[in-house]
């Protein structure tokens, strides 16, 4: 009975997982098809670097202007790549645009706007240094962004001034506070990406018509096919007529039933229930099937609903949850191999 249960588990745990991964791969194929990384990195270091433009920032306030602006808004914060190496004189007219003209040379080679969505503290330190060698010193460059109204001003001020007028210590300063600003940007940027991650999470659900808890009694009937096949093979003639009652489509031969059963397992019958779906069989070609109707009577019909939400609620966990507790279950290890140089 204990088998049972944990052959449920093991199915369930299987199946959030299959689907986490999916849901996990089609949200970083939109993330890199539509640059979201680099369109959020670029957008808060034009906050920081030239101010929010007027009175609007250019990171977006609400989950609503996410979805809308920074995938597909016309304003793109993030400025034109450029090929050539940083000139000794800057020609740009924004600091966010002097920044990126330090950093072309971590640029991938692409057509449109600069494809840099993550800049190393350190990166951007040297940087700094660079842009304050080119306008003759800190005291001059701090002068520059006093008049510029940059919201750089004030925490290169109080780097400045922390470090005693000392070079190499403003550098560390700076390096140190950057890495804070990227990991504030990164729990804004996760915080965001819940939301997307909800609503593909839950298209995903509906494509699919997964009912988990439908899926977990195909599961327990598959493992009754199993059991009833067992006791058929020591049962004799009188243990064939029960198997001949669950399978009334093949009077004559019930284990062409049971071979057709246990060759559609729960996993294979759950990802079925999609608008298309794929038949192979026996013989022939594999066959595309319109499901449509019978998608929508899914989608409609308040039982399925309970089942429904307990898939939706699972893929929030995420892949790394799910295998987690596969691992659990299965007693899978994974062997560290070191190595010593003597």
């Not at 979805?67 to 914060?77: E, N, Q, S, T, V």
């Not at 004189?89 to 494809?115: F, K, M, P, Q």
């Not at 039982?303 to 995420?318: D, E, K, M, N, R």
């Amino acid at each position: 009975m204990n088998s049972v249960y944990v052959d449920l588990a093991t199915g369930l745990v299987i199946a959030f997982l299959l689907f986490s991964l999916l849901l996990s791969g089609i949200n970083e194929g939109l993330v890199r098809i539509l640059g979201i990384r680099s369109k959020f990195l670029w957008a808060y270091l034009r906050d920081m670097l030239d101010g929010a433009e007027g009175k609007r920032s250019w990171i977006p306030s609400t989950v609503r202007e996410v979805f809308a602006r920074l995938p597909f808004g016309r304003k793109d914060a993030r400025p034109k790549f450029d090929p050539m190496p940083p000139p000794m004189r800057s020609t740009a007219t924004t600091w966010s645009g002097r920044l990126y003209e330090r950093l072309r040379e971590i640029d991938h080679n692409t057509a449109g706007r600069t494809s840099i969505s993550f800049v190393p503290p350190g990166r951007f330190a040297v940087a700094m240094m660079e842009m304050i060698a080119a306008e003759g010193g800190v005291p001059a460059m701090l002068d520059k962004l006093r008049q510029d109204g940059s919201p750089l001003y004030g925490p290169l001020k109080g780097v400045w001034e922390s470090a005693k007028e000392d070079a190499e210590a403003f550098r560390e300063g700076v390096e140190e506070w950057f890495d804070g600003e990227m990991q504030r940007l990164t729990v804004l940027y996760r915080k965001y990406v819940r939301w997307v991650i909800a609503a593909l999470g839950l298209a995903l659900t509906l494509f699919f018509s997964m009912d988990s808890l439908e899926y977990g009694k195909a599961i327990l009937s598959d493992n009754a096919v199993r059991a009833q096949v067992a006791a058929t093979a020591d049962g004799g003639a009188a243990a064939v007529r029960g198997l001949r009652d669950k399978c009334p489509e093949h009077p004559s031969d019930p284990y062409a039933c049971v071979t057709e059963i246990l060759a559609s397992p729960a996993f294979v019958k759950i990802v079925g229930n999609a608008p298309v779906s794929v038949v192979i069989p026996d013989n022939g070609n594999p066959r595309w099937i319109w499901n449509g109707g019978e998608w929508l009577n899914r989608i409609v019909s308040p039982g399925h609903w309970p089942g429904f939400l307990v898939t939706f609620f699972a893929l929030l966990f995420g892949a790394p949850f799910w295998w987690d507790i596969l691992r659990r279950l299965t007693g899978i290890k994974f062997r560290s191999t070191e190595t010593t140089t003597s």
